[in-house]
Antibody, heavy 120, light 106 residues
Framework: EVQLVESGGGLVQPGGSLRLSCAAS????????MNWVRQAPGKGLQWVSY????????KYADSVKGRFTISRDNAKNSLYLQMNSLRAEDTAVYYC?????????????WGQGTLVTVSS | DIQMTQSPSSLSASVGDRVTITCRAS??????LNWYQQKPGKAPNVLIY???SLETGVPSRFSGSGSGTDFTLSISSLQPEDVATYYC?????????FGQGTKLEI
């Protein structure tokens, strides 16, 4: 069974930093492109970033480019999101999401999410 | 960026009704269109991928149609457990973008 478990969320002041982690199990982690998707309270879904299995390709949404860094450790089956210069508008539940390995690139497994609150 | 527009934003229907939600892309995305269901307090789950393909384990009352810019999610006979918010998403190009969601109530 595929499991994705996020951690590291919490309350942080504007301008602060936070590092999210995602522990993966139940599949060959290194074979999959992994994503972060966020959802502000009461709002819709927003894709944040992805990293391919070998870390050779990384993409970001414009809203986080230059502030967030995605990374992975395949030996530890873990995905990370380093978030710097946080803003109030970054407040959201952050989901760790697996992208299906076919050519259709849909999101086939989601974690339960971790809440990040940016507030003074 | 490719903009995804869903309609309606909310919908109320009765058990047994046929329900249809539409999604329009701002440019052609071939069949790179996916549908997700999100129940309150839970993570989303994929229902339909590649425009028309039913994800394993999803009830057959859910179906998808369309290609290019116009897509539809249909529920043939609405069940109480289908109360949720539904999102379309394009996986044609980054940034991957979602529709604003359709909240379905009974």
């Amino acid at each position: 069974e595929v499991q994705l478990v996020e951690s590291g969320g919490g309350l942080v002041q504007p301008g602060g930093s936070l590092r999210l982690s995602c522990a993966a199990s139940g599949f060959t982690f290194s074979s999959y492109t992994m994503n972060w998707v966020r959802q502000a309270p009461g709002k819709g879904l927003q894709w944040v970033s992805y990293i391919t299995g070998s870390s050779s390709t990384i993409k970001y949404a414009d809203s986080v480019k230059g502030r967030f860094t995605i990374s992975r450790d395949n030996a530890k089956n873990s995905l990370y999101l380093q978030m710097n210069s946080l803003r109030a508008e970054d407040t959201a539940v952050y989901y760790c999401v697996r992208r299906e390995s076919s050519a259709w690139y849909y999101f086939d497994s989601w974690g339960q999410g971790t809440l990040v609150t940016v507030s003074s | 960026d490719i903009q995804m527009t869903q309609s309606p934003s909310s919908l109320s229907a009765s058990v047994g009704d046929r329900v249809t939600i539409t999604c329009r892309a701002s440019q052609s995305i071939s069949s790179y269109l996916n549908w997700y269901q999100q129940k309150p307090g839970k993570a989303p789950n994929v229902l339909i991928y590649a425009g028309t393909s039913l994800e394993t384990g999803v009830p057959s009352r859910f179906s998808g149609s369309g290609s290019g810019t116009d897509f539809t999610l249909s529920i043939s006979s609405l069940q109480p457990e289908d109360v949720a918010t539904y999102y379309c998403q394009q996986s044609y190009s980054t940034p991957y973008t979602f529709g604003q969601g359709t909240k379905l109530e009974i």
